[in-house]
C-alpha cells in the first residue's frame, strides 16, 4: 500500500457523509444510515469516554443517544494520508443538542481501505470539548 493522493477530497466527502446521516432525529434511523460505514469487527470508538467495539456495539451506542434534534457547525476539517493507504482526519466544530447550550467538539476518525476500493471506519474518538474551572 501507499498514501492516497486525494486523502483531502476523500476526507471532505467522507465528513460531509457522514454527518449528514448522524444529524437526523432518532437514534434507529442514524444507526441504519450509518451501518455500511462500518466493519463487523474491526472498527472501534470511543464516544465521551465510553468505548464501543465492531458495527453492533458502535450502533447501539448510536441508538441510545437522548438527542432528537441536533444543529452542527464544522470549523475546519484537517486530515493526513497513512503508510497503509488510510486517512487520518480530524474535525473540530460546534455542536447543540436539543435546548443544550452550543458546545465546541473533536471527532478524529481513521478511514481503512475496504476490499471494494473504499474505506470504513477502523478508528473514532468523539468529545465535547468542555473545561472545568
Not at 2 to 19: L, R, T
Request: net charge negative; proline share 5%.
Amino acid at each position: 500500500m501507499s498514501f492516497n493522493p486525494d486523502y483531502e477530497s476523500v476526507a471532505k466527502a467522507f465528513i460531509q457523509h457522514y454527518y449528514s446521516k448522524f444529524d437526523v432525529g432518532d437514534g434507529m434511523s442514524r444507526a441504519q444510515g450509518l451501518s455500511d460505514l462500518y466493519d463487523p469487527e474491526n472498527s472501534y470508538m470511543t464516544f465521551e469516554g465510553q468505548q464501543a467495539k465492531g458495527r453492533d456495539g458502535i450502533l447501539q451506542k448510536f441508538t441510545t443517544l437522548g438527542f432528537t434534534k441536533i444543529q452542527r457547525a464544522i470549523t475546519v476539517i484537517d486530515s493526513q494520508p497513512l503508510y497503509d493507504g488510510s486517512i487520518q482526519v480530524m474535525v473540530l466544530g460546534q455542536l447543540k443538542t436539543d435546548e443544550d447550550p452550543i458546545n465546541p467538539f473533536s471527532q478524529v476518525f481513521i478511514l481503512r481501505p475496504n476490499n471494494q476500493g473504499s474505506y470504513f471506519i477502523g478508528n473514532e474518538i468523539f468529545r465535547l470539548d468542555l473545561h472545568n474551572n
